[in-house]
């Protein structure tokens, strides 16, 4: 009778051990706030992985960089010290050269052109570059069409551009294209952004109404020009060797959950941009919203004609004429 107790008792001890040790916790990051649209993609993204594994799989999301800089969490995902990230691509090519077509300047017509491309073959084919780096890149979010915003006089023109001191994301295409503005470029990180337009180390930086909101530029900013010179894509990252460990089932249920995000993502990319020139301006900021686009494409002649040559012209035709 001991005996059979004591084997009952071993039994759900074992079983208990083997529920916990089966409940697995991993962790995403980005480097913007939670309340934005980078964090209710990842917010979406645990919640229905838990649903759906029925809580077995739990993720811990971390918000405005609390794990380190896009680039450092690009890292991390890597070498497998971080599950997940979701991220800008504007340090993504220092890992994944061939994403670096993406950040061409007015290679989209707008988001739903963008949106269509990313979603179809060009968009899946990227998607798959990232495995030979040691990332399963689950889906292609949306960080939104960036503006420029500066604390130094009203952008109207590209020459207004000439001489100021613009922070830029870490990559090498917008640094050339807007060298070719005249701006004074300086690369750095995201999480050191608003302390550099605070001390004035920077005039101005450029990035899409979502995010220029979620980081309360508009207290460091004084003029927003709606350029939308760029599209900026964003990527949900996890570490090849942990999306190859899982099973079928599991692996489907995480680019399906990944879906998900992008669906609420995106929803919010669109609300921010509906609101955002009307809050930013009761936010005391002064914004120019009908711009002249030719005249920035005619200035950047002499690097769209460079990325011509980097690319190939029928590389990027392809992309810009996708229906």
Do not use: C
């Amino acid at each position: 009778m001991k005996l059979s107790k004591l084997m009952l008792g071993l039994s759900l001890a074992v079983g208990v051990l083997a529920t916990a040790s089966a409940q697995v916790t991993m962790r995403n990051s980005i480097s913007v706030a939670q309340n934005s649209h980078q964090g209710e993609a990842i917010d979406t993204l645990s919640k229905e992985v838990e649903k759906r594994t029925n809580g077995r799989i739990k993720i811990q999301n971390f918000y405005s960089a609390a794990l380190g800089s896009e680039r450092e969490s690009i890292e991390s995902v890597q070498l497998g010290t971080q599950e997940l990230t979701t991220t800008s691509t504007g340090p993504v090519p220092n890992f994944v050269p061939e994403t670096r077509i993406l950040d061409v300047p007015f290679l989209f017509r707008d988001k739903a052109h963008a949106r269509a491309v990313l979603d179809g073959p060009i968009g899946q084919e990227l998607l798959a570059t990232f495995e030979a780096k040691g990332m399963k890149a689950l889906a292609w979010g949306e960080n939104g069409v960036r503006h420029m915003t500066n604390s130094k006089r009203a952008v109207n023109v590209p020459d207004d551009l000439k001489g100021l001191k613009m922070r830029t994301m870490e990559n090498s295409v917008h640094v050339a294209a807007y060298k070719s503005l005249g701006i004074v470029t300086t690369p750095m990180a995201f999480s050191e952004v608003f302390t550099a337009l605070q001390q004035g180390t920077v005039d101005g930086q450029e990035n899409p109404l979502s995010v220029i909101m979620a980081s309360n530029f508009d207290q460091v900013q004084k003029h927003l020009t709606l350029t939308g010179h760029v599209y900026s894509p964003a990527v949900i990252l996890m570490n090849k060797g942990t999306f190859d460990k899982l099973s079928a089932a599991d692996k489907k249920i995480f680019l399906d959950s990944a879906k998900e995000a992008v669906k609420v993502n995106r929803a919010r990319v669109d609300k921010d941009d509906a609101n955002g020139v009307a809050e930013l301006r009761k936010k005391g900021m002064t914004i120019i919203e009908n711009v002249d686009k030719s005249k920035f494409v005619a200035t950047m002649g002499p690097a769209m004609a460079e990325f011509e040559k980097q690319f190939g012209k029928a590389n990027l035709d392809r992309i810009r004429n996708y229906k």
